[in-house]
Structures are given as C-alpha cells and as structure tokens.
C-alpha cells in the first residue's frame, strides 16, 4: 500500500526566515508525480509545487523549492522569506494510481508564521 | 479561467437527514474526484469519475453514500440517512487532459451532522 507520511505535525518561522517541511512516501514504481498543497483556514487545497519524478532537477516556484530524494523517497518543501499568507496546513501528495491519478495526502504539517 | 465550484459551502444537518453536495469541474476537465476530509487529516478519495463513468468507488459507503456526474460535467454527492460520524469537509477536485497530472480542488463544503 501507498503511504504518504508527514512527521512534523506543526512548525513555526519567523516572518522572513526559510523552513522546510518534510514528507516521506513509499512507492515501487519509477515514474510518477509529487505535490505540495496549501490549504488556508477557508479549506481551499491550493497546490503549491509538482516534481516529476524523472526529472533530476527540484523544482521551483517563486519563494517554494522542493528537496526531492528519489532514492531515500523523501520530498521535503523549503518556504524562503516566509510570509504571514504562508500560515496554512501543508499536505504532502502522492497519485497512488498513475491511471487515475487518485492522490494519497499526508497527515499534514500546520505551518506558524510569527511576525 | 474559473476554477472548481461547489455549493453549498456549509451545511448544518440533523442526523438521519438526507444531504447533498453539488460540485461544478473546471471547464474541459473529463475527470472528477470527491475527497472527504475529517478534522485534522488529509483528504481521502470516496469517488472518481472519468466523464460520466464512475471508475473507482471502492472508498465511498455505499449503504449510505451515493453519487451521480450525468453528462460528465456537474456532479452531485449524497448521504442518506446522514450519521454523526459524516461530518468533514467534502471536496471536489478535477483534472485536465492538459494537465494529467495536476488535480485543481474546490472550496469544500463542510458537513456538521447533530
């Protein structure tokens, strides 16, 4: 079975500091996609970052950037000058089933940004 | 581009009352999936459709749960009798054949059962 773990139930940064929210999965399969999401008080899942697996490079988005160890299956989220908006639940996403793309989410982190 | 609609974003419910959801996908977007999400978890699947044809609903309970997408665009979720343990936030979410690998998820609507 497809587990997506999220260790950290809850982390706090400083208003323009850099933190880095971890996520492990289990998976046997060799190609397939990653997701971070955001989801705010409104409950709105907004997604934040994608990597494909295949791909070498982390990506990037803006103030977002991913740590992605194919080999350890860990994917980990790195929130650069943290902003109060980025005060939100971060879910950890995994498609269990490539074909239909069905998402297996971690238990999540809440994130705390401090002024 | 407007994004995934549902309504209503808050219902409050006695138990054994009947309930719907309704969700509105992104334009374009063949597959639709309903999430429910329990208090302090991350969203589980109940239900995924590709255009009208529901392809996997091993996850939605199916004594009480039910869901239809006619026409392969809205799609409605319903619980009846509703039981206490229903409450959660249902969420919606769709995704594209531009995209096959993003989903792009709606505002929830959030169950309370008394």
């Known amino acids: 079975a497809q587990t997506v773990t999220q260790s950290q139930p809850e982390m706090s940064v400083q208003e323009a500091e850099t933190v880095t929210l971890s996520c492990t999965y289990d998976t046997s399969e060799s190609d397939y996609y990653l997701f971070w999401y955001k989801q705010p008080p409104s409950r709105q899942m907004i997604l934040v970052i994608r990597q494909e697996a295949y791909k070498q490079q982390n990506a990037t988005e803006n103030r977002f950037s991913v740590n992605f160890q194919k080999a350890a299956k860990s994917f980990s989220l790195k929130i650069s000058d943290s902003q109060l908006g980025d005060a939100a639940m971060y879910f950890c996403?995994?498609?269990?089933?490539?074909?239909?793309?069905?998402?297996?989410f971690g238990g999540g982190t809440r994130l705390m940004v401090k002024p | 581009e407007a994004g995934v609609v549902q309504s209503p974003r808050y219902k409050i419910i006695e138990k054994k009352q009947p309930v719907a959801f309704w969700c509105n996908p992104i334009?374009?977007?063949?597959?639709l999936y309903w999430y429910r999400q329990n208090l302090g978890q991350g969203p589980e699947l109940l239900i995924r459709y590709e255009n009208e044809e529901a392809v996997d609903d091993s996850q939605l309970p199916k004594d009480r749960f039910s869901a239809e997408r006619l026409k392969g665009v809205d799609s409605t979720l319903k619980i009846q009798p509703a039981e206490l343990g229903d409450s959660a936030v249902y969420l919606c979410?769709?995704?594209?054949?531009?995209?096959?690998?993003?989903?792009?998820f709606g505002p929830g609507t959030r169950l309370t059962v008394l």
């Open positions: 979410a769709s995704r594209g054949l531009g995209r096959p690998d993003t989903q792009y």
């Open positions: 996403a995994y498609p269990a089933n490539n074909a239909g793309n069905m998402l297996t």
């Open positions: 334009s374009g977007h063949n597959t």
